[in-house]
């Protein structure tokens, strides 16, 4: 199994472009939030202690997605709770902004689309494939690719 660098690193690998990465910087956030603002429309209700919790399928993503980062690197980790946290706060306050699902679901779309039509312009850009063609779980290690820059600049070791 790979540490936390080796993936870091190997994704890097095709992302060297300076216009590349700045489309990554916006991309690969767009991406996440549209995908859990997509995923947080589907509810799924579990009985729990003779109480019922509604729950959605970005918490089982982002559970799933934790594990994972949890095998890899405890600061990445907390990290990605606390921008996971941050997402699921925007999402909320896009439910209380437009009531209606439908409405949702053509927002979280429209930039899910645009950011994923960013992305394959930067890998065009840089002449590289996009990482995850390689192997899914690259999908992951995009966001904690760019969490690493930001540890890096402030002096957290991962």
């Known amino acids: 199994m790979k540490n936390i660098q080796q993936w870091l690193d190997a994704y890097g690998e095709s992302h060297q472009n ?15 939030f549209s995908l859990l603002g997509i995923l947080s429309l589907i509810k799924i209700t579990v009985p729990l202690f003779s109480s019922y919790y509604c729950i959605n399928v970005a918490h089982l993503l982002i559970i799933f997605s934790i594990i994972f980062y949890f ?3 405890i600061p990445i980790t907390i990290g990605m709770i606390i921008y996971s946290a941050l997402n699921l706060y925007i999402i909320h306050q896009f439910e209380l902004l437009y009531h209606s699902q439908s409405v949702l679901l053509m927002v979280y779309i429209g930039i899910f689309v645009g950011a994923w039509i960013g992305q394959f312009i930067g890998h ?3 002449g590289q ?8 779980q690259f999908l ?6 760019l969490l690493s ?3 890096n600049k402030i002096g957290i070791r991962y």
Do not use: Q
């Open 18 to 32: 300076k216009t590349n990465k700045i489309i990554h910087w916006i991309c690969v956030p767009l991406i996440m």
């Open 71 to 73: 095998r890899l690197s």
């Open 124 to 126: 065009k850009i840089e």
């Open 129 to 136: 494939k996009p990482s995850f063609f390689e192997d899914l």
């Open 140 to 145: 992951l290690i995009g966001p904690a690719w």
């Open 149 to 151: 820059f930001i540890y």
